[in-house]
């Protein structure tokens, strides 16, 4: 099953700072990784906090990919991207 990918408007601009081989390395993961799984939780990890509700991250490198799994409409929403150490605030 493949997944529809979009962006949310507030990962958009930090998508766009990011320097062209991490965000060339970020899209590659999601279209080739994460999209084709049956099960993306497998590969994620779920937020934790009231705060993050619903909010699965994924790792590359040192960079976070902060998604909404939406099953129902088989589509992954990018909420955030960003730095390990920023991506969370």
């Known amino acids: ?5 979009e962006y949310a408007q507030s990962s958009r601009k930090p998508m766009e700072r990011l ?3 991490v965000r060339r390395r ?4 999601l279209s080739v990784r994460i999209a084709m ?6 590969l994620g990890e779920a937020l934790q906090g009231t705060r993050y509700a ?3 991250r994924y790792r590359v490198g040192d960079y976070r990919i902060l998604v909404n799994i939406r099953d129902e409409v088989v589509t992954i929403i990018v909420v955030g991207v960003g ?6 605030r």
């Not at 799984?37 to 497998?42: A, F, G, N, P, T």
């Not at 730095?83 to 969370?88: C, D, L, Q, S």
């Open 37 to 42: 799984l049956d099960d993306l939780r497998q």
């Open 26 to 29: 970020i899209r590659e993961f």
């Open 54 to 56: 619903g909010i699965w």
């Open 83 to 88: 730095h390990r150490g920023e991506v969370y």
């Open 19 to 21: 320097d062209p081989m």
């Open 1 to 5: 099953m493949a997944w529809t990918i």
